[in-house]
């Protein structure tokens, strides 16, 4: 699991990094539960899996 | 998804029937050939009953089973309605089947009562046969419901979706069967998901961080209200632009009319093209005015200043005879021009000493020179600019002027129109029409400046969130509950951006692939003057080339129709191929998918039919047709026969004798003489 730098009390944008590993997972999880909705016009939960996603990915 | 074999038990008027379909190799063509009403429908029916739950019959649409089952039976009775396929599926084999159990209430029920309903379905990936857990799930991922009228296509939606009202139904399916869908949904969803961090940085930050990002969110409410908005205005706009397209049919069709209306339209192509040209010369003048717009500004000073060094230089302000005599003298002198004395032996003198030679005056002299050149140089850069904004002002006054020329054309045939009394068949007056057109046109233009004027409101706007989140950006928080979640904000704004950057690379891939591939399709089918295109909107359009013009063809046309059919094969297509390929992609795998085709060629003219059947097998690896006698013989059968590897002939009973009820066979071999 990856973190920002902690130590940096920014809210800047552009002082928060990710390694491409984490983007890379995330990216798949979230492409991984949109192709399993796929089939439904309404896909109930999508956005409560990808939050739980970013937050275990991002801690 | 490959089709293997279809079992019906009780399903309307087949009581106990299975069709083999053919598959794999050369001949993957099946046919089954049968009368109007023998039920042709009804198997289209079975397969969407199947996997969905759905069917669409035109007589008794409640009831499913076989009439003479429930008629011939006691009350209380039970039956059992089944639908049974085998097919495989991306290296599985799968048996699906539906059951329903009906019972009979009353001597006059002919239809029973619902008592249950039960779907399975069971995978064989080489390790034997397992039921899976959720059925319908299992089906909608193998063939998306919908999508299934692609699939499982009806001859007579042909026209529905041949429509121009129903282009939605084509962009939805070309964005799902290309990947689009996913990331399109997975984008927005993202974003919504950013928002709620946004919100838990909101709940954890200080007041002064929180004031902003509820500004923030109040700008960008504002900005989606405005592109809705925009959108809105859009789409009306684009009504009324078919309503004038319309009337200008109508125009056309009409003998006196006809000639002056092809006119208007070939002086407004003209027109368009002229003012694209405009516009050409517009972006060069910004562009010009851009890279060199600040030289006349400046000229007089850099004039000055090349003037001025050039002088100084002439009166040898500029030491251009820093030579050898020069250091020799203020060695000879002892003393430097800094005023510090010169003692032979000292390392102040040796360095002045070491001086000597021509590299100095060379580099003085020529640097001085140089800088010179180049001011004169901008002087030649002015006289460019000037003579090149010239030239494009000049190019553009003539556009203007051609415009105006056919501005005056366009509104003398308008007048002309405007005075015509003569009537279409629907009783509206060429005068009508033309007062209609011109109100329209008029709604039109009101339209774009709506359009203008959004745009620069949601401009603005954007411009004003940018700067909140720059001050957002320049807050810092102690906090750790707002850091994290700014963090996990960030990561979903990251991902999201990455998502839509691909969905926008996707996209032009997509349109060119289907624009190819339809084209192709399209264009070995149509006559030579048409052309089938995918628009950026992914809407298919039919154009016609009139007088080296392109002009979109009328409504339920039958090249619409084959339009229709060369895309719904080109999909199938483009999915196969793309399933095929070895570039590995998260999001855009295709699949192999069959075509199942009720009547396909029933609307089409003969010439016409032979050419799609000459193409439909070779888009899609299996292929399902229900024909009658009269739309298979000639042509069709013809072009189809040596890829068919499997036929069958619906025998059907119409149950008129006294005891018997309507009953379909489906044989191996014509029973009796078939027909319409």
């Not at chain 1, 991984?32 to 939050?51: M, Q, R, V, Y």
């Amino acid at each position: 699991m990856s973190s920002g730098p902690t130590s940096n009390r920014s809210l800047d944008d552009a002082d928060i990094e990710f390694d491409e590993e984490t983007l890379r997972r995330i990216r798949e999880r979230v492409l991984s539960a949109e192709k399993e909705k796929l089939n439904l016009d309404t896909p109930h939960g999508i956005n409560n899996e990808i939050e739980e996603t970013i937050r275990e990915e991002v801690e | 998804m490959e089709l293997h074999e279809l079992e019906l038990q009780n399903f309307r008027q087949f009581q106990d029937d299975t069709i083999e379909f053919a598959h794999g190799g050369e001949n993957g063509v099946t046919v089954v050939h049968g009368a109007n009403g023998s039920g042709k429908t009804t198997l289209l029916n079975a397969f969407t009953w199947l996997f969905y739950e759905s069917v669409d019959f035109d007589t008794r649409p409640n009831r499913l089973i076989t009439e003479g089952v429930v008629a011939d039976a006691d009350t209380g009775e039970q039956f059992t309605v089944s639908v049974r396929l085998e097919f495989a599926h991306e290296g599985s084999e799968y048996v699906a089947q539906r059951e329903a159990i009906y019972e009979k209430r009353s001597n006059t029920d002919f239809d029973g009562e619902l008592l249950d309903m039960n779907l399975t379905v069971e995978e064989n990936a080489g390790s034997g046969w397992e039921g899976r857990g959720n059925p319908a799930n299992t089906l909608d991922q193998i063939i998306p419901e919908r999508l299934s009228n692609l699939f499982f296509f009806d001859g007579e939606d042909i026209e529905e979706l041949a429509g121009l009202d129903n282009q939605d139904r084509i962009q939805e399916s070309i964005q799902n069967i290309m990947g689009l869908t996913i990331l399109e949904r997975a984008t927005r969803h993202l974003d919504a998901v950013a928002g709620r961090f946004e919100d838990e940085v909101e709940e954890n930050a200080s007041d002064e961080l929180s004031a902003l990002i509820d500004e923030k969110r109040e700008m960008e409410e504002a900005v989606d209200s405005l592109e809705r908005d925009k959108s809105d205005t859009k789409r009306s706009k684009e009504r009324i632009e078919g309503e004038i397209g319309d009337i200008e049919q109508k125009l056309e069709r009409l003998d006196e009319s006809a000639a002056l209306q092809e006119r208007r339209g070939e002086y407004e192509a003209e027109r368009e093209r002229l003012e694209e040209q405009v516009e050409e010369i517009n972006n060069a003048l910004r562009a010009d005015l851009n890279d060199k717009g600040f030289v006349p500004l400046a000229m007089p000073l850099i004039q000055d200043t090349a003037e001025d060094l050039d002088q100084m230089r002439k009166d040898g302000v500029i030491p251009s005879d820093l030579n050898n005599s020069y250091i020799e003298s203020l060695l000879s002198a002892e003393q430097c021009i800094c005023g510090r004395p010169l003692e032979p032996g000292t390392e102040h003198y040796e360095q002045i000493e070491a001086l000597m030679g021509e590299a100095i005056a060379d580099g003085v002299e020529q640097n001085a020179i140089r800088i010179i050149g180049h001011l004169n140089q901008v002087g030649e850069l002015d006289s460019q600019f000037h003579e090149s904004v010239e030239d494009l002002i000049s190019r553009r006054k003539n556009l203007h002027d051609e415009i105006a020329d056919q501005n005056e054309r366009i509104d003398e045939i308008t007048s002309e129109l405007q005075e015509m009394e003569q009537t279409t068949e629907s009783g509206e007056s060429i005068q009508d029409l033309e007062a209609q057109r011109k109100s329209k046109k008029e709604e039109v233009s009101e339209h774009e400046n709506e359009l203008g004027r959004i745009q620069e409101r949601i401009e603005q706007t954007e411009e004003e969130i940018e700067s909140i989140k720059q001050e957002i950006d320049d807050q810092r928080d102690e906090r750790e509950e707002a850091l994290v979640a700014k963090r996990r904000q960030r990561a979903a704004e990251l991902v999201q951006e990455e998502l839509e950057v691909a969905f926008e690379d996707l996209k032009g891939k997509v349109r060119r692939l289907s624009n190819q591939k339809i084209e192709e399709t399209f264009g070995s089918i149509a006559s030579k003057d048409l052309s089938a295109e995918v628009t950026e909107e992914f809407k298919l359009k039919i154009s016609q080339n009139v007088g080296g013009n392109q002009i979109e063809v009328d409504k339920s046309t039958g090249e619409r129709q084959i339009a229709s059919l060369a895309f719904v094969g080109s999909l199938v297509d483009i999915a196969r191929d793309r399933y095929e390929s070895e570039s590995d992609s998260e999001y855009f795998t295709g699949g192999i998918y069959p075509l199942v085709m009720d009547s396909p060629f029933g609307a089409l003219d003969k010439s016409h039919r032979r050419m799609v059947s000459r193409v439909i097998p070779t888009l899609a690896n299996q292929v399902v047709v229900f024909a009658t006698d009269s739309q298979w013989e000639g042509p069709v059968a013809e072009e189809m026969m040596p890829k068919v590897g499997k036929q069958y002939w619906l025998d059907f009973d119409s149950g008129e004798a006294e005891g018997a009820y309507p009953r379909t066979r489906i044989e191996a071999e014509p029973a009796t003489a078939g027909g319409d």
